[in-house]
């Protein structure tokens, strides 16, 4: 019965991040669960006490998603298991000419 918690709240959590209003569905022209959706292959790169080198998948992801969108998905609500500031590594780990994020 546990092991159907855990998803459980998974969905609670995505619903409540698809339904915060944010900016990045301005910047990016999306919202901001679809943004959050592309980083997936990122998750093992931004885990925050053991993070690995981001992967091929991970750096297309990013160049695909765009300095402006990565930055409003950084500036925007948190997001379990994600460390901020490795994300906000991860475009001069993946070589993406990127400018600086501002946190804010």
């Known amino acids: 019965m546990r092991q159907l918690h855990l998803p459980f709240r998974a969905v609670i959590c995505l619903l409540a991040v698809v339904m915060y209003p944010t900016e990045a569905s301005d910047v990016c022209g999306r919202n901001f669960f679809s943004a959050l959706v592309q980083m997936i292959p990122c998750r093992s790169a931004v885990a925050p006490f053991s993070p690995l ?7 297309q992801a990013i160049i695909a998603l765009g300095q402006p969108c990565l930055c409003a ?12 500031n490795m994300t906000l590594q991860l475009p001069d780990k993946c070589l993406a000419n990127f400018e600086p994020c501002a946190m804010g």
């Open 53 to 59: 080198p981001p992967t091929e998948a991970c750096c």
């Open 73 to 84: 998905l950084i500036n925007g609500p948190p997001v379990s298991g994600v460390d901020r």
